[in-house]
């Protein structure tokens, strides 16, 4: 079928603007429920003070909801923006998107980045944010086509998804390529979003973004993960974003300072050329590379964050990954990244499920779906990962949410709260990879256990609880949820800061905030809670910056010069952050500090804080995390680690673990370390300008320039 045969439902034409310093200057809204697509402009204001990617996207979103808004209203929105450096190609690691939308999983705004195509192209098509609102009748595939190029005619179109039309991903984006793709040239400059059959039922349907891979000739994908947004996409009955760009090349982005740009990225790709090789070889392993050394400092979450390190952790190292992914290929998942991380295992035959037999390519696995779904749950087989990789990815449901919801289910399994009458015959022990697919093909078809599964683990513990007689005190220590997210996959028992890292963050317990454990559990660079509260200031805001502004945190410190080390303050990569300070001035033309970045960022978080509140969550309580991130839960992980947690009794509490027993051992612990985390709210509440109940106060919205009526309206509900 070709694209002119299928029924379209609404069509607007636009005149294609040229990009200028960065920026189209207006955002398109499509709602799928009125059939009804419009132009906004975006304003001096809101580019000043929001930026783009993120926060374009909560400001977006800010604007298009109500305090009543739920996931699954008609008036929740799915935002996606690149921001001002998106789509930049001279700087390595500058095509990211954002989405944004209210979470199905949390109930509150999440944000979730990826790589792929689509930001950058969505840009370059004259869009600085897409907005899709409303509830379709019918599935409806959103079309922009912009190869007309600059000055002229654009379309964007709402179509009726035809019968043969596919749901999963890597099969919809061959029938996307053969429906509106007429050549080669044509599939280079398309990328879309879509989901897959998993994001139906569950709650943790993720989004992917497709790039065109010239080398391979083949579709390859970058997930959203986070949060369910592919859940949100699916409820709104849309089936794919496409969009269609024209021949693109450095001054696309129409950038204020070219040359700049280009000094600053040829320094960085040099840089990365010279130190990767010698340092984490992500050019060839990517960030599997993670999984040894976390491995190594105790920090690999196995067995549903039970114990940190595991003797068969070298079987999924990233030497074996690095076996396994096709070498010399460019592999970077927009066009110019130099550290090529994004790897692929091609020719990869799936075993199980539906496309059994098949033949295709698997886009990773990354550190976290090795840590999540391999680690995490026992498995320590790297073609078992790859299975769950490929599904996961196809079916739309992210790695991360399922590898530890999965890491939950089994321990509950082995703790006798689940049976296999609970579980329909489906034996969920730890290492069990046949268990965890069936599971999985389950939440894909929308029955059995995995409709249970794909609820997530704040939604498990209550069902456990309810109907399954489970003992509440131990789903609540053990389930690695905080404000209704998943875990992401690094153990934080030892780390106090990054406890608050997982916990104090907007959206949920996701290392794209904070990631301090090496700071502070390894190095001791941040002992006190004042030490602590800054680093839980400055690199959330740090990290922040990066959505943004389309950028991907990963070239900023997975590659570093070695003279870093004898920097004023290493962590921060003081040459790394004046890199970004010269390609933001050289793209948008504003001579900026430092200190701006973080104010831009601080703006746009104290935002995201205040969004929460509306939607009735974002208070101290809403940032309390399970004791299994803060200590041991059980006796079996104290005695894995009992030289430690003994030691400790004796020099934090003055206590003789001899005369004591595990139970009274494992009270002692738990005291003083939710204790420890209730003393560190208070220190990064009062370094970010927040109450002790976490709000943010007038005086702190006034001075980041947040003090709108329509804001502070909802700050004084709380104070
Ligand atoms: S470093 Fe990796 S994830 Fe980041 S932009 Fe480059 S290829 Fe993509």
Redesign the pocket.
């Known amino acids: 079928m070709r694209y002119q045969e299928l029924a379209v439902l609404a069509e607007f034409t636009y005149t294609i603007p040229a990009l200028s310093r960065g920026y189209a200057d207006q955002t398109l809204y499509v709602n799928v429920g009125h059939d009804q697509i419009v132009a906004r402009p975006v304003s001096d204001d809101m580019k000043e003070r929001f930026v783009g990617g993120r926060g374009f996207d909560l400001w977006l979103l800010w604007h298009a909801v109500n305090d009543a808004t739920r996931w699954d209203s008609p008036e929740n929105e799915i935002v996606i923006s690149s921001g001002p450096c998106g789509g930049t190609s001279q700087y390595?690691?500058?095509?990211?998107s954002i989405a944004a939308t209210i979470s199905p999983l949390t109930d509150i705004v999440i944000d979730s980045n990826a790589?792929g195509h689509f930001g950058p192209y969505l840009k370059f098509a004259g869009w600085d944010a897409i907005e899709l609102q409303g509830l379709a009748e019918r599935d409806v595939i959103v079309t922009i086509d912009a190869s007309a190029g600059r000055g002229g005619e654009g379309r964007v179109r709402i179509i009726e998804v035809p019968d043969d039309c596919p749901v999963d991903t890597h099969v919809l984006g061959h029938w996307i390529n053969s429906t509106f793709a007429a050549s080669e040239s044509d599939r280079q400059l398309m990328a879309f979003v879509s989901t897959g059959s998993g994001s139906r039922a569950t709650r943790m349907g993720c989004l992917n973004f497709s790039l065109y891979d010239r080398k391979r000739r083949d579709l390859r994908y970058?997930q959203a993960g986070r949060g369910g947004i592919g859940t949100v996409f699916r409820h709104k009955r849309i089936r794919a974003v496409i969009v269609h760009t024209t021949p693109f090349g450095a001054d696309t982005n129409g950038p204020a300072d070219p040359a700049r740009i280009a000094r600053t990225g040829a320094d960085m790709r040099q840089e990365i050329t010279r130190w990767d090789p010698v340092q984490n070889r992500?050019r060839s392993r990517?960030t599997s590379y993670l999984v040894q050394i976390m491995n190594d400092y105790d920090l690999l979450p196995v067995k549903n964050f039970q114990f940190g390190t595991h003797e068969d952790a070298p079987q999924i190292s990233g030497d074996v990954w690095e076996q396994r992914f096709t070498q010399n290929m460019p592999?970077?998942?927009?066009y110019g990244?130099t550290?090529?991380?994004?790897h692929a295992v091609d020719n990869y035959r799936v075993q199980t499920g539906p496309y059994a037999g098949g033949c295709v390519i698997v886009d990773g696995p990354e550190y976290e779906t090795i840590a999540g779904v391999g680690s995490n749950c026992g498995i320590f087989d790297p073609a078992a990962i790859l299975e769950i990789n490929f599904y996961c990815d196809t079916y739309g449901i992210d790695t991360i949410s399922f590898g530890t919801s999965m890491a939950f289910a089994m321990e509950c399994f082995e703790a006798g709260v689940l049976t296999e009458d609970l579980t329909g015959g489906i034996d969920l022990s730890f290492g069990n990879a046949d268990g965890a697919l069936a599971v999985l093909h389950q939440m894909a078809e929308g029955v059995g256990f995995g409709l249970i599964l794909g609820q997530g683990i704040r939604r498990m513990k209550q069902i456990f609880v309810e109907r399954f007689d489970a003992d509440p005190c131990f789903v609540d220590d053990i389930g690695m949820e905080a404000k209704g997210l998943e875990y992401s996959e690094y153990m934080t028992k030892e780390s106090l800061a990054q406890q608050g890292g997982y916990g104090l963050t907007n959206k949920g317990p996701q290392h794209d905030e904070a990631w301090l454990i090496f700071m502070d559990q390894v190095n001791n660079q941040i002992p006190t809670f004042e030490d602590k509260a800054e680093a839980l200031h400055y690199f959330p805001m740090w990290r922040t910056w990066f959505g943004l502004c389309g950028f991907?945190?990963?070239?900023w410190n997975?590659v570093v010069d070695p003279e870093n080390a004898l920097s004023v303050d290493p962590a921060k990569v003081p040459h790394h952050v004046e890199n970004y300070i010269q390609i933001f001035s050289g793209v948008t033309g504003h001579e900026v500090t430092a200190d701006d970045l973080i104010r831009m960022s601080e703006r746009v978080y104290n935002l995201q804080r205040v969004f929460n509140l509306r939607l009735g969550k974002g208070q101290r309580d809403h940032d309390r995390v399970p004791y299994r991130s803060q200590g041991p839960v059980t006796p079996a992980e104290y005695l894995s680690r009992q030289d430690r947690y003994d030691r400790q009794l004796r020099d934090w509490l003055g206590l003789d673990p001899n005369t004591m027993t595990t139970e009274e051992k494992l009270a002692a612990h738990r005291e003083h370390r939710t204790d420890q985390y209730e003393r560190l709210i208070d220190a990064v509440y009062a370094r970010r300008g927040w109450t002790s109940n976490g709000i943010p106060t007038p005086d702190t919205l006034r001075a980041l320039d947040l003090a709108d009526a329509s804001i502070l309206e909802v700050v004084q509900r709380y104070l």
């Open positions: 390595p690691g500058s095509g990211k790589g970058k992500m990517g592999d970077g998942c927009w990244c550290l090529a991380c994004a991907c945190k990963l070239p997975d």
